[in-house]
């Protein structure tokens, strides 16, 4: 068997094809002797801990978990991974992470990135690997704010946001990452919030099991610089009246009493706000294959949050990146006219015809 066909022939990429460990894990094993350097109070701390409780349920060896990030506070991620990591360029962590997911089908690979690393800089790396559906995860902490900066507005403060850098109010219109993710045709795209342990982890589980990209966004607190920026969906005695949460199969409806929904217009198909008791409340299918129906629900937040929804928006099958590169690759090892490792290995000269 020649080099290339063995490095063709390692098997799908997918989470059933990372080596597991006959060792049982627990939190402690997924930390580090790095001390954790975030300002107190952040909203990374909740996000780590609840990352560290989750991967032992996947029960996937530490050396086949790969933590790439870019540049911001979230991604000083890796440092505080018992894992492989790589804490990599400014906006650059998909497309490092694509090479390496493609590459290597016995990793489980995820990418740690902020809402300034992903969606400015990094902007175009984001939209290319959610529309090629490679194998990895990508959590995306969205505090709406540049906090390793110190304060300067994102890609998703709110229109008339003052910070350092908008002394007179942001003038730009935001980017909604869960919008923009669908819009590039992620077949996985979720949102969760650092506070709500239960809710992140069950998003964590969901995306770890999904085959392709998977978009987690996480609302996230800065307590310095952008304090209590999700306190309207934090808050008991308000979360319950602008949440709407998210079950596969279930109607969407929320309120403090349960006595709003999500309707569909009769006439024009729309989706809108209006009464639990209404014939037209919408039941959730995550699973829809246009991602019209999830475009509509992520539309329905507006910039102070309210209507919300939280949960899956899409999780969907197609076919990942991964697998059809690892297809071309042995089609092309078994034609009877190619020589693929010589040509990989040869000269930079082409006959054609």
């Keep these: 068997m020649t080099d290339t066909a063995h490095r063709v022939n390692i098997g799908l990429p997918s989470l059933r094809d990372v080596p597991k460990t006959d060792v049982p894990q627990r939190a402690a094993d997924f ?13 990374d701390y909740a996000i780590l801990a609840a990352v560290q409780g989750f991967l032992p349920e996947l029960g996937l060896k530490r050396e086949n978990i790969v933590f790439v990030s870019g540049i911001g506070c979230s991604s000083r991620f890796p440092y505080y991974m018992n894992t492989y990591g790589m804490h990599s360029i400014h906006g650059r962590a998909p497309a490092i992470a694509t090479g390496l997911a493609a590459s290597r089908p016995d990793l489980s690979v995820w990418v740690v990135t902020g809402d300034g690393d992903a969606l ?7 939209i290319h690997a959610l529309r090629r559906n490679v194998n990895l995860k990508i959590l995306l902490f969205n505090n709406r704010i540049y906090g390793l900066t110190k304060g300067q507005y994102s890609p998703t403060s709110e229109v008339g946001k003052v910070t ?7 003038l730009d219109f935001p980017f909604n990452p869960v919008s923009l993710a669908l819009g590039a045709e992620a077949s996985f795209v979720a949102r969760t919030l650092d506070s709500d342990r239960k809710h992140l982890t069950s998003v964590l589980r969901a995306a ?13 607190n800065c307590n310095i610089f952008n304090d209590g920026a999700f306190e309207l969906l934090k808050n008991r005695d308000t979360a319950d009246d602008w949440t709407i949460r998210m079950t596969h199969g279930q109607p969407l409806t929320f309120g403090s009493e349960g006595e709003k929904a999500v309707v569909r217009d009769t006439v024009t198909g729309a989706l809108t706000i209006g009464e639990a008791g209404a014939d037209n409340v919408v039941v959730h299918d995550a699973h829809a294959e246009d991602p019209a129906y999830a475009f509509a629900l992520s539309r329905l937040s507006t910039q102070d949050l309210r209507y919300t929804p939280m949960g899956v928006f899409r999780s969907a099958t197609r076919p990942t990146y991964d697998a059809q590169m690892k297809a071309q690759l042995e089609t092309a090892a078994a034609a009877d006219t190619a020589d693929l490792g010589g040509l990989l290995r040869g000269n930079d000269t082409w006959s054609v015809g």
């Design 31 to 43: 930390k580090t002797d790095q001390e954790v350097r975030w300002c107190p109070g952040c909203g």
């Design 120 to 126: 400015s800089i990094g902007g175009n790396h984001l």
């Design 164 to 170: 350092k850098s908008t002394p007179m109010g942001s």
């Design 208 to 220: 770890a099991e999904h085959e392709g990209t998977a978009l987690v966004e996480i609302y996230q």
